[in-house]
């Protein structure tokens, strides 16, 4: 080693501490219990990641359906962003969080099921 060079040395990290399925449900049921506010409400005019237009407008009746296995789900008066030329749809939090809820319901569901076969 020359003088003036700093000494190197090597950091090593220590392993992530594995966060038991208790701990994951109280931070989600944390998460869910705070309120969420939409901080696109009221936008009008903001661009349209699919067609490029400033047409993205705030809307509280976006509608969502899916197929899940064979089983037609239909969401609606969901909250985000509608594109006026493109038909775009960009769901905010609280939309996204009531379809997240409805997915956890349907593999809970076929968890159910599959149980029982």
Known sequence: MTAGRPKLSRHVEEPNPETSQAQLDALRHDLDSRPLKSP???????????????TMNWSETLTLEWDDEGERIHLEKLTGLLCDTCGEKAFDMPASRIVGRVIDRQRAKRAATAKQR
């Open 40 to 54: 696109h409400r009221g936008a009008r005019g903001v661009i349209c990641t699919t067609c490029g237009n400033p």
